[in-house]
């Protein structure tokens, strides 16, 4: 059984939701990463923040990237996934949530992250274009 451990990113970091904007990017830039997950004071998952969060709902609004947090923009429910979940549960998550990136919690931890290019990695073809149809097209 492929688990998500198995496949994700592993060394994901938070971020604090009191973090600024500014603070968010420079992390994406140093880690080479597209997106952070949020948290908390109590370091629980509260979003997840995207390099398109900070240049869409930020900088083209007129906001100073340097005085919004990164909890401003961190909104709706937080998805996550078991370490130890099977990876049709993954895909189940992600599809129904059209969602593209995925923490991998382990003992109420942040292990790691699962993102399009995990999955391109250990999907069959067939597999990948399902998932793609499921959350670009809508279906």
Known sequence: MTTA?????????WIPQTETLDRAAQ??????VGALPVSDANERL??????RDIVVE??????????????D?????????NADADISEVLHEME???????????????????SEADLARNLSDEKLAEFAHNIYAGA
């Open 96 to 114: 129904s949530h059209r969602i593209r990136r995925l923490p991998v919690i382990d003992n109420k931890r942040l292990v790691g992250m699962i």
């Open 46 to 51: 509260c979003g997840i923040i995207t390099d």
């Open 27 to 32: 992390m994406m830039r140093n880690l080479s």
């Open 73 to 81: 923009l961190a909104k709706g429910t937080p998805r996550w996934i």
């Open 58 to 71: 930020c900088v083209a609004m007129g906001h100073d990237p340097s005085k919004v947090t990164c909890g």
């Open 5 to 13: 451990a198995d496949i994700m990113h592993p060394g994901a970091q």
